[in-house]
């Protein structure tokens, strides 16, 4: 029996200390992958916050203009009212960098397209001045009708700018036909 526990004790410590390796392997190789699934991590953090904002961004340019396309005319109040929806809507991100250009497209019986009216909201963009020609996308386009145009920008600074640095310029747009008429009115 004496001889069966050395014989034991003799090949016991063969496994023991292959498993010892296997998990010093295990530690170095722990060592090399943690840092790179933290880095990936962090992208995946930076990339999906800006495509949330950009996501916001143009639901904001939906709901201002169908907001827009449901009135027969509108002034700069309600327009200062309405972008006040779009701040909410970009929520809980800052607000600050956000600016949107809303604007009544026309198009009269000879099929130019032209600039009605635009309303600018927050800094870095500028309105559109009326009568200046505008490029509508394909099939909007219709004679003597008119499209409400919701154009949102941010300016989107990454939090830990790993990937993403510096300033980015997110944009939204939207495009809507006026519903109780052919054209939404500017009253100041």
Known sequence: MVRRLQRLSVRDPTPLAA????QGAILIEAAFVFPLLIIMFIGLIEFGEAFAVDRKLTSAASTVSDLVAQLSQVSAADLDDIARVADEIIKPYVTAPMSMVVSSVETDG?????VGWSYVHGTGANAHRPGDSFLLPSGLAERNSSVIVT???YQFTPGVALFLSGTITLSGESFFRPRLSSVVAFKN
């Open 110 to 114: 000879n099929g130019a397209v032209t």
């Open 151 to 153: 154009e949102t920008y």
């Open 19 to 22: 498993t010892r390796c296997e």
